[in-house]
């Protein structure tokens, strides 16, 4: 996506969905941006407050830095059990992302950590992968030692786990909330006077000057 300028924006479990080969897909492009070329160029505070990178809460202008801060975001959550930063409180975890320093539990590599602390850097341009090689850097970390990428683009290692899946069109891997709910129940919402608090768990997006293609299932856009 970055090699053809777009920016995703929305990195999160929900968003990875596992193929009938077990290899991931990203879904829900709703706040993807295209035109984006470094670290600068989009201005809305979008994307899911426990993975916002801190460029966008300070709202000074972002850029594909936020996509790598994200997949610290979910890497630290799937080593940890939770996203990094959190907390109930929303003002306490937007604090937290734009000052603290993260802490680490003790179980965690030494590689592990440089890994999350190149990604977790504060400053996008410092940011691991916002150089020259972009992904490519991320890629050669250590903690990945021993991953054939092109094996892996090529779908030629068999995953450690593969879904059952009955037809093309089987929805049974995904949870009741989702396929028996109304159709419209889960659509995007509007409030020009939204309490954020009462969203918690939810994406959103300010409105400003970029268009936003928010029809989507956990999108709240606000004006």
């Known amino acids: 996506m970055h090699k053809f300028d777009v920016i995703y924006r929305d990195l999160k479990p929900e968003n990875v969905l596992i193929d009938e080969d077990g290899y991931i897909r990203l879904t829900d492009f709703g706040l993807s941006k295209t035109g984006i070329q470094g670290n600068k160029g989009a201005y809305s505070v979008c994307g899911t407050p426990e993975y916002l990178a801190p460029e966008i809460l300070f709202q000074r202008g972002h850029g594909k830095a936020v996509d790598w801060w994200t997949l610290g975001a979910i890497l630290f ?58 992904a490519d850097e991320i890629k050669a970390h250590p903690w990945f030692h021993g991953v054939d990428w092109g094996m892996i683009y090529r779908k030629e290692i068999k995953a450690p786990f593969i879904p059952v899946i009955k037809n093309d069109v ?46 989507k299932p956990t999108t709240m856009e606000i004006e």
Not at 86 to 111: C, D, G, M, V, W
Not at 182 to 190: A, D, K, V
């Open 170 to 215: 089987d929805v049974s891997n995904f949870d009741p909330e989702f396929t028996e709910a109304p159709i419209g129940s889960l659509g995007s919402i509007t409030d020009t006077n939204a309490d954020l608090d009462a969203y918690t768990g939810w994406s959103y997006c300010g409105n400003d000057l970029e268009p936003q293609g928010i029809d």
């Open 77 to 134: 959550e799937m080593l940890t059990g939770l996203p990094p930063f959190y907390t109930p409180s929303r003002e306490e975890l937007f604090q937290k992302i734009k000052y603290y320093a993260l802490k680490y539990p003790p179980h965690l590599s030494p590689n592990a950590k440089n890994l999350l602390d190149g990604l977790f850097q504060k400053e996008p341009s410092k940011r691991l992968g916002s150089g020259t090689e972009g």
